[in-house]
């Protein structure tokens, strides 16, 4: 009756490489900014990421060392992890904290559930996440016992 | 198929051992259940939800269920709350140590306590309360079923049931005691009914009442009703052994069935049966003294009016026998009015055929108490065309001319007296004169009518008895009226002239006087009215009637007649009024004794019937027949009805104190105590529970 | 004396005669109360005004005596009204109005019920000349 995965399950490791794809990207040199739009998919293990236009803030600002240390995703953003799917316009994922934060019209599905709300924070390492502003959560009458 | 569970609040959080836990304003929807609570958490492993209070949980309109913790199911339908309090329909509250939930039907509760009575912080201990270990309440059924139940009023056990079931406050109908009544009489002793109503299909329902009273009567009530799709039927009646008339079964039915049997016309039935003459008043059924058990066929359309019906009578009364009254009565009455075309105004034609039968064959008066021939049988047949035309002259008068013409057959079987049969021919004529004025002011509008009817109809020499034209009345509706005899045995005859004078005054604020004054002048005293005070002689009693409406607070009507020097042959008063906490209604009759009228002593009496709301809980009313003539009350009851939010209490005392061969005089106490909240019937008395502030 | 005749030229009477169409009756009662209405306002098939009525009646006894005998019953009777305009459906005016009749019980039962039948005929009739009479006195308020 569908992968019973348990809903938590939003646990990813962080430190793993980051691929970045899109179909423009502008450099930025004064502030080391990278600018990737249209189509862009941000893949890091698992996870992969969708969005119309993400920023991306290297270590020390400098996009030579390739070390990525923050994204800001805008436009409208995609989050899929496993059974997990996340939607939301922005998203911010800060790699040194493990932490991915998710703002306006958040909607968090997973298997039959789906949790709807406003601002939605995740803490990679530790597999949880806090969801807040008059959260909606549906439960599927048939996935009941 | 179930509709989908909604979790409302302001914060979750996934804690990622496939839990939620959802805080700030939290809300479950589910169908019509609405929950709210402090903090849930959502465990995905079993589907529950883990509730902290307070909750409050309503399921449509009519159930709340309040909670310190629960876990249920995400849709609501099963599990446990913990002390809990359900209230049903704002008005039933079982408080409980613990609820537990159902398949969202049965809600049972345990170590419980159920009551309607309001409970304040000032007051624990309610009016009445149901302690019990387990109550189940099914939410299809509507019903509660309790166990090992106790009764307690203020704290006090006063009842123990092993098992009880009491309809939930929605139920409508269903089969089960209704509140007994506990009545004391002087002939009864002490003793309770106790009703039981059960239904049986959609349309149609018994009740029994058992009425057990101090081993001196053994009775059962029943009422039967059934509605058809054309008509209904309702049987009532009861069935007794007591100690009045030992070693015999008494009982009383009255059967009374309406149809509508196809092209307007309907037929009703009413079967009166008895098994002896003071059973109905011994135990307070009726207080009809003659049965009349009757069979009509009937339709009343625009311009016809058709009635076929047969009436079987037994009177109850000492004074009269059912060998010499007459017992069976046949009427056939067709009547249609219209419009002649060439002569105008309007016309009518009727046939009426009439029977009545006395039992006994002798065509002579024996010796019992009335003065009438006792086999005595009549049959008539009558045939009459009336006709009447009103013109408009230019003044204002407005002239009318009536005629008509009566034929009619009589035979008359079993008296001696009469020949056989006799056929006469009786026509009437009549001219009338209004002339009424008005006369607007900025107060009143004044109405100012005389009227002047002479009207004419041939003596006649035909000797036929009078059996149903021996009760005689004078009032505004036969002043202007061609017979003044109701019956169709016999007309009135001569040259007459009936005066009246009508006086109306409309008030602008609203309130109405009216008077009516009106005398007959005859030609010359046929003697037809000898014996009627109101009626005899060359000049009837002046008929003054009086009239004042004061729209929803008074009516007042009365009625004299009084002749020259104002010797009064009759007086009736009825007057009602009434405020919003207040309503009277009474009446004064002076009737002077008459001996064709089987009225040997003046009639005098004055009855009052009064209701008061004092404040909202308490309702008393006295209802009060004094005979001025014997100068000392006839009947008198008294009402008290006591009700707040969870009882209501209605005692009445009446005592009767006329008595007879047949009745003694009686007094009478009935004390009804209900619990409110149970059951839909009654509208709830939620409202008047004083608040706890008080 | 400010009288004037009310079956007058232009006055409520004359406008009022033969204008107002009764309601059909479905009782004996009702259809007493009828003829009554349409000898006094005149009978119209169709008419301009449609005068609607509902009737209710009670029945007490009184005058009881020791033997606990019914001499006297009271029939109380009332009507309320209400006049229509039959082509705007337009209330024009509406009445209440009381009376009661008696009749003795005293008689055979043959001339108790036939008194008692009488008894709600003279009801009607008296109900019927009050309404008439109501009628008449504020029918310059509605009539055109």
Known sequence: ?????????????????????????????????????????????????????????????????????????????????????????????????????????????QGQNALSGQKLVVDLDKGTGVMEGRVRTIFRSDSGN | QQEDAVLLADRVEINGNDQLIATGNVEVLQGTTRLTASRILYDQSNNMLVIDGPIAMTDGADTVILASDA????????????????????????????????????????????????????????????????????????????DNARFEVAGVPIMYLPRLRLPDPTLKRATGFLSPTFRSTDALGFGVKIPYFITLGRSADLTLTPYLSTDVTRTLEYRFRRAFRAGQLEIEGAISEDDIREGELRSYAFIEGQFDIGRGYELTFDIETVSDSGYLLDYGYSDKDRLDSAVEIGRTRRDENFRANVTAYRSLRDSESNETQPTIRADLHWERRFTPGWLGGSAGYTFDLHHHYRRSDLDVDSADDDLITDGRDVTRASARLDWRRDWLLGNGMMIGTLGAINLDWTSVTDDAAYSESVFEVTPQAAVELRWPFIRRSAFATHILEPIVQLAWTPESDTDLPNDESTLLEFDEGNLFSLDRFPGGDVNERGLRANLGLRWTRFDADGWMLGVTLGRIIRADDLGQFAGYSGLEGEKSDWLAAVQLQFPNRLTLTNRALFDDDFSFAMNELRASWSSETLSLAGSYIWMEANTLEDRPLDVNEITLDSAWQVDDNWLLSLDWRYDVEQNRAAEATFGVEWRNECVAVDLSVSRRFTSSAAVEPTTDLALQVSLSGFGAGRASQRHLARGCRG | CGFAPLYGPGGPGETLHGQVEIAEPTTENEFDFVSRLETRLGRTAAGPMRLDYAITTRREGLAITADQETQRYNILGEVRYQVTDTTTNVVLSTGRTHSFTSYSATGTTVATTTAARDAEARLMVILADQAVTHLLATAESFLP
């Open chain 2, 71 to 146: 876990a249920l199911s995400t849709d609501l339908r099963n599990g446990i709350l913990r002390s809990a309090r359900m209230v049903l329909n704002q008005q039933l509250q079982l408080a409980a140590a613990e609820i537990n939930r159902v398949n969202g039907r049965y809600t049972q509760l345990y170590k419980t306590v159920a009551s309607t009575c309001q409970v304040c912080a000032k007051r624990p201990v309610p009016l009445w309360q149901i302690r019990a270990r387990r109550i189940v309440h099914d939410e299809q059924e509507r019903q509660l079923y309790f």
């Open chain 1, 1 to 109: 009756q569908g992968a019973n995965v348990a809903f938590g399950a939003l646990k990813h490791d962080s430190s793993l490489p980051v691929e970045i794809a899109a179909d423009q990207l502008q450099i930025n040199q004064e502030t080391g900014k990278a600018v990737f739009s249209g189509n862009v998919e941000v893949g890091q293990g698992e996870m992969r990421l969708a969005a119309a236009r993400v920023e991306v803030e290297y270590e020390g600002g400098e996009s030579s060392t390739g070390k990525v240390q923050r994204l800001h995703a805008t436009g409208g953003v995609t989050l899929v992890s496993g059974a997990e799917a996340a939607e939301a316009r922005e998203a911010v994922y800060t790699i040194g904290s493990s932490e991915i934060v998710m703002t306006g019209d958040v909607l968090l599905t």
